[in-house]
């Protein structure tokens, strides 16, 4: 998908494309070069170009004869392709991290709320930029969603990714398996809650029990940084004020994508134009459609994936005038 978002529009636009995929998963790239050749494509149209992001990536980068790149990742190597990229000041665009909030109001559909919010964070093994990491939920209705998302997460089935029954599969990497255990024990050490999972599932493979902490505050590890993995931290509201529970929405260095969950139609829509986020939902999270434009604020990337504004990523204006 990440490499559709990419070469859809670039071609659409009469670019030249080099594809390099992120070095723990290249085959499906490779594959894709393969259906590509396949269909007729010119050569060198498309290249797949495989490695290492400090390599590879870096040497792409920093050449002087590409002209445009496009990056999804995390924000820490965002930011070392804009420096890379000022050599030739090459046209960049990033999607970058997120710590996205999902704000539950008391008059909530429930069931809706409870499995909307259990997906946002659970889906993909929580390993999804825009996962709902965040869950902001109104005291009146705390403990009965916290106890709807605990059921879920105690249902889900943990397994082998190529398992068709399998509902969670595991972290893509050993060292992405230590990232996310590692911030479950920072949480717990700076007095974070358990409220289920936490641990590991077996002694092999990196498969990590989906996991809802409480009991956190703002300056926890577990809400600043992206975990990146299926975490997430619930906290109580008793406001009614809009700017005040925006401020705490936006109360982070990302503004990647939010969720708000109410019946309240003109409530919503008063506290989207408030959260400093590229996509809001109501009342469901992580749903996207090619027409909408897709991107971030402030840490969480420049420009717009998918919609019109993706063409324009992958073009330039030019004016012309005639003096008749």
């Not at 000022?86 to 409870?114: Q, R, T, Y």
């Not at 709807?148 to 060292?175: C, F, M, R, W, Y």
């Amino acid at each position: 998908m990440m490499a559709a978002w990419k070469i859809a529009p670039a071609l659409a636009a009469g670019c030249t494309i080099i594809l390099k995929p992120a070095e723990q998963t290249p085959l499906s790239a490779i594959r894709l070069g393969q259906l590509i050749q396949e269909a007729g494509f010119p050569p060198g149209v498309v290249n797949i170009l495989t490695g290492y992001g400090e390599t590879a990536g870096a040497a792409l980068a920093a050449h002087p004869d590409v002209d445009k790149v496009a990056f999804t990742g995390s924000t820490e190597v965002g930011k070392l392709i804009v420096q890379a990229a000022a050599g030739n000041l090459k046209k960049v665009s990033l999607e970058l991290g997120g710590k996205s909030p999902a704000i539950v109001f008391p008059d909530a559909d429930m069931d809706v709320a409870i499995a909307g919010t259990s997906s946002a964070i659970f889906f993909n093994m929580g390993q999804c930029c825009t996962a709902g990491s965040r869950l902001y939920v109104h005291k009146n209705v705390f403990d009965k969603l916290m106890q709807g998302v605990a059921d879920n997460a105690g249902k889900i089935k943990i397994g082998h990714g190529l398992d068709p029954e399998t509902q969670l599969g595991p972290l893509v990497s050993d060292e992405q398996f230590k990232r996310v255990t590692g911030y479950l024990a920072a949480g717990r050490q700076q007095g974070a809650r358990v409220v289920t999972g936490g641990n590991r599932v077996g002694e092999q493979g990196y498969f990590v029990q989906p996991t809802v902490l409480t009991d956190t505050n703002p300056n926890m590890s577990v809400i600043r940084e992206e975990i990146f993995g299926p975490v997430v931290c619930a906290i109580p509201f008793d406001d009614a004020d809009l700017d005040r529970i925006a401020r705490t929405a936006n109360d982070t260095t990302y503004g990647l994508a939010a969720s708000i969950w109410t019946r309240d139609l003109g409530i919503a829509h008063k506290l989207a134009r408030r959260i400093k986020a590229g996509t809001v939902w109501i009342n469901t999270h992580n749903f996207g459609d090619p027409a909408l434009p897709f991107g971030g604020y402030k840490q969480s990337g420049w420009g717009r994936e998918m919609g019109y504004e993706a063409i324009e990523l992958y073009t330039e204006i030019k004016a012309v005038a005639a003096a008749l």
